[in-house]
C-alpha cells in the first residue's frame, strides 16, 4: 500500500511539474504577443475570451472533467494573462519603471497581514524583484512613500462590510501622492487560537479595529469575553504565538495562523460572507496607462457654496459618458460643517473626455485634486469574459407582439390608472425592470433559468442538483429550507442548517441562491444569505410578510395566489414595492381550476396580461403548475414562447427518493435534456 502510495505520488509530482512547465510555455507566448501589441490594435477580445473558455469547457468535457473547474482555472490564468500584457503596456509607456532593479513596497503590518497578502497578488505578475517592508501605521508608510524610501504603498482603502477607511482617505487628502493601481483581496476571517481549543474556552480576542468592526455579529456571541485592538492581524496573531496563553484568540487570515503556527478555531465570522478589501496602490508621482487597458480615475474636490453645486459637479461625469464607481464625503480639515468629496469614476486622463471632463469639474468646485489613473480591477470588463452560454430561447421569448410591450396604447394606460397599485404599474414606468443579482440579469432579453430540487436535504444532496445547474448552463440555484406544506406532519425543511448548505453550494458553483422565507421575522436573517427571496403561493397575501419583505434590500419572487386573480398578485407586489423595495419578480405557478389531471391549472394568458400591466419581469413555475415531471419541458417551451422572462424548474438526484413534491421533480439526465434543448433553440 505504502509503495503504492508513493509511486502514484511520483507520478502526481511528474504531471504537476508539466503542468508548471506549460504555463511557463504559456507565458513566453502571452510576453510575446505583449510585444506585438505595443505596435497597436486592442488589447484585449472579449469574443476571444469567450470563445477560447468555450472550446476549454468542451475539451474538458470530453476529457469527464467539470466544468466549473475548468471556467475557474481558466479564468485565472486569462486574468493572469491579462495582467502581464497590462504591465508590459505600462512598461512601455513609463520607461523610468521598466529599468528598476528591485522595488520596495511598503505596506501597513507585519508579514501575513492583508495588505502583505494583497500588495503580493498586486505585484507579483510585475515580474521584477520586489521587496516588501511593514510600516506601523498609514500615516508612517505614507511619509516612507513620500520621502523615497518605499517605491509603492499598498493602502486599504474600502471593505464591502465596514465601509471606506476614513484615516486613508483623509491621508490622500493632506499629502501630495498619486494613486497608480488598485487590488482587490477577498478577506475570509479567521479565530486562531495557539491550539485548537473550543471558542467557548476564549476570553480575550485581539485583532485590528476594522476586522473586530466586520465581525461584530460573531463577537457578540462570545459570552465574558474581552475584545482589544492592535495596529494589524498579523500583529494580533504575533502576540498569540509569543505570549502561549490558550484563553487568547486573534481575528486574522489563514495565512497569518500559518505564519505564526496557530490553530484556525473557527472560519468565516465575518458579518457578511462576502467580504473584501480594495487596496490602492500609492506612489510619488502619477504612471501613464494606456488607453486600452480599462481604467479608474480618482479625485477629491470641495464644491462652491452655491445651490446644486454637488450635482452640477457630478454631472460633468454624466455628460462626458464617465460612469461614477464611488462616491465618498469626508470632514473638510479646518472648515467645520463642510466637505471633501471623493470621487472614482471609469475612465483615463489620457483621454479626451475625462480630460475635458476634469476641466469642466475644476470650474465648478472650489478645490481639486486629481490622485491619478490606473489599471481598474473592480469593473465588469476589467475582468476575463465568462465562456459563452447559449441564451435560452431568447428568440422565443420575442414573439411578436410581446418584443415590446413598453409602451401600452393610450387605452391601456387609461385602464391602469383604475387599479389598486401604483408604484408596480406601466402607468407609472413604462421601461422593464430589470433585476440584478450577481452576474445575472433578470427581466433583460434573454430568460433566466432557476433550477434545483424542491427541498434542500443534504449536503450531498444540493451540491449535487448545484454541479448540474451549473453544468447545464442555468443561471440560478434554488433550494426550500422552509417548507409551506400541506400536512403538519409531512417534512417541513432543514431551516437554517439548510440555508447553510444552501449558501455553500451556490458558493462552490458560482451560482447566485433563491428559497422561500415564510416567517416575518426571518426574513432580515434569511436575506443575509439569499441572494433572492421567495414569498411562496401560500403567502401571497400574507401582508405583514409583503410588509417585511419590503424593507430589505433585496430582490423578492412573489408567486401567484392559488386563488388569486392577476391583480391581486399585482397588488400583492404593491405591498413591497410600497414599503421600499422596488426588486419584486413575480413568477406565474399555476392556479386552482376545474381540472385535476394537472396539479394546477398553468395560466399562461397571465404572462403577456401581466407583461403589459406591470414593468416587473414575470418569471414561469411550470413544476408547480403540473406536478408530473413529464409535462414540463412542453410547459417550459410554452412559457417562453409567450414571452416569460425565465423559467424556475425542479429537479433532483432520485425523485423517487425526495422528500418533496418528488413526482414533479426532472432527475439529473432529463433536467439536462430539457436544458440543452431550450439553449439550442436560442442559437
Ligand atoms: C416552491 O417553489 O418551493 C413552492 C412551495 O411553490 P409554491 O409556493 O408555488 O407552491
Ligand atoms: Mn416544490
Not at 28 to 39: C, F, N, S, T
Not at 86 to 93: V, W
Not at 433 to 440: E, M
Not at 537 to 552: D, I, P, W, Y
Request: hydrophobic share 40%; charged share 25%; net charge neutral.
Amino acid at each position: 500500500m505504502k509503495d503504492a502510495l508513493g509511486k502514484l505520488r511520483n507520478e502526481l509530482d511528474r504531471v504537476d511539474a508539466t503542468l508548471v512547465d506549460a504555463l511557463a510555455g504559456r507565458e513566453k507566448l502571452i510576453a510575446r504577443i505583449g510585444e506585438l501589441k505595443r505596435g497597436g490594435g486592442e488589447l484585449r477580445d472579449p469574443n476571444r475570451e469567450e470563445e477560447l473558455l468555450t472550446r476549454l469547457v468542451d475539451l474538458g468535457k470530453r476529457a469527464g472533467l467539470d466544468t466549473y473547474y475548468i471556467t475557474r482555472l481558466f479564468r485565472e490564468i486569462i486574468d493572469h494573462s491579462i495582467r502581464k500584457q497590462q504591465e508590459h503596456l505600462t512598461d512601455a509607456q513609463n520607461p523610468e519603471r521598466a529599468g528598476a532593479e528591485q522595488i520596495v513596497i511598503g505596506y501597513q503590518g507585519v508579514e501575513g497581514a492583508y495588505s502583505h497578502l494583497a500588495a503580493r497578488k498586486h505585484f507579483g505578475p510585475r515580474g521584477v524583484d520586489v521587496r516588501y517592508e511593514g510600516s506601523r501605521s498609514f500615516r508612517e508608510l505614507l511619509e516612507r512613500v513620500r520621502d523615497g524610501e518605499v517605491r509603492y504603498a499598498m493602502l486599504p482603502i474600502e471593505n464591502t462590510t465596514a465601509g471606506s477607511i476614513n484615516e486613508a482617505y483623509d491621508l490622500l487628502a493632506r499629502m501630495k501622492l498619486a494613486l497608480v493601481g488598485e487590488e482587490v483581496c477577498e478577506i475570509n476571517h479567521c479565530l486562531l487560537a495557539i491550539e485548537p481549543v473550543s471558542v467557548s474556552r476564549i476570553r480575550r480576542v485581539y485583532s485590528h479595529p476594522q476586522a473586530i468592526q466586520q465581525c461584530t455579529e460573531f463577537l457578540d456571541s462570545l459570552a465574558e469575553c474581552h475584545v482589544e485592538s492592535f495596529a494589524d492581524t498579523a500583529l494580533a496573531a504575533r502576540k498569540l504565538r509569543d505570549d502561549q496563553d490558550l484563553s487568547q484568540a486573534a481575528i486574522a487570515g489563514e495565512q497569518a495562523a500559518q505564519i505564526y503556527g496557530l490553530s484556525i478555531i473557527k472560519r468565516g465570522i465575518a458579518n457578511q460572507k462576502e467580504n473584501f478589501t480594495r487596496f490602492v496602490v500609492v506612489a510619488r508621482e502619477p504612471e501613464r496607462f494606456d488607453t486600452r487597458i480599462t481604467c479608474k480615475t480618482s479625485v477629491i474636490f470641495a464644491t462652491r457654496h452655491e445651490e446644486g453645486a454637488l450635482l452640477r459637479a457630478l454631472n460633468v461625469l454624466s455628460e462626458q459618458h464617465l460612469s461614477m464607481t464611488k462616491l465618498e464625503s469626508r470632514p473638510r480639515p479646518a472648515a467645520p460643517w463642510e466637505y471633501l468629496f471623493y470621487v472614482d469614476f471609469e475612465g483615463n486622463v489620457a483621454d479626451k473626455r475625462v480630460e475635458t471632463a476634469l476641466r469642466s469639474l475644476a470650474s465648478e468646485t472650489s478645490f481639486l485634486k486629481v490622485l491619478g489613473s490606473y489599471a481598474a480591477r473592480t469593473t465588469r470588463d476589467a475582468r476575463p469574459a465568462e465562456p459563452r452560454k447559449p441564451q435560452a430561447a431568447a428568440a422565443a421569448g420575442n414573439v411578436e407582439g410581446q418584443r415590446d410591450p413598453q409602451s401600452p396604447p393610450a387605452s391601456v394606460l387609461q385602464m391602469l390608472e383604475k387599479k389598486p397599485y401604483k408604484l408596480v404599474s406601466r402607468a407609472q414606468r413604462s421601461r422593464d425592470t430589470h433585476i440584478h443579482v450577481g452576474n445575472v440579469v433578470i427581466g433583460e432579453q434573454s430568460p433566466v433559468i432557476i433550477a434545483g430540487p424542491c427541498s434542500v436535504e443534504s449536503r450531498e444532496q444540493i451540491l449535487a442538483c448545484a454541479e448540474k445547474v451549473r453544468e447545464a448552463g442555468a443561471d440560478i440555484l434554488r433550494g426550500g429550507c422552509f417548507k409551506p406544506r400541506t400536512s403538519p406532519y409531512a417534512f417541513q425543511g432543514l431551516g437554517y442548517e439548510g440555508l447553510d448548505l444552501l449558501e455553500e453550494a451556490g458558493k462552490q458553483f458560482g451560482l447566485p441562491i433563491i428559497t422561500e422565507v415564510m416567517h416575518p421575522s426571518d426574513v432580515e436573517k434569511v436575506a443575509r444569505q439569499a441572494d433572492i427571496l421567495q414569498i411562496g403561493a401560500r403567502n401571497m397575501q400574507n401582508f405583514s410578510l409583503l410588509k417585511e419583505v419590503g424593507r430589505v434590500d433585496r430582490p423578492v419572487m412573489l408567486k401567484r395566489g392559488l386563488m388569486a386573480s392577476i391583480d391581486e398578485w399585482l397588488a400583492a407586489a404593491e405591498y413591497i414595492l410600497a414599503n421600499g423595495n422596488q426588486q419584486v419578480i413575480l413568477c406565474e405557478r399555476g392556479i386552482r381550476t376545474f381540472e385535476t389531471a394537472t396539479r394546477n391549472t398553468l395560466d399562461l394568458s397571465s404572462v403577456p396580461v401581466a407583461r403589459e400591466r406591470t414593468h416587473l419581469p414575470v418569471l414561469v413555475d411550470p413544476s408547480h403548475a403540473c406536478g408530473t415531471w413529464r409535462w414540463i419541458p412542453a410547459m417550459s417551451r410554452a412559457a417562453l414562447a409567450c414571452g416569460a422572462q425565465g423559467i424556475m424548474i425542479e429537479m433532483h438526484p432520485e425523485p423517487e427518493k425526495a422528500l418533496s413534491d418528488g413526482p414533479q421533480a426532472l432527475n439529473f439526465e432529463r433536467f439536462a435534456e430539457l436544458m440543452h434543448d431550450l439553449l439550442a433553440t436560442a442559437k
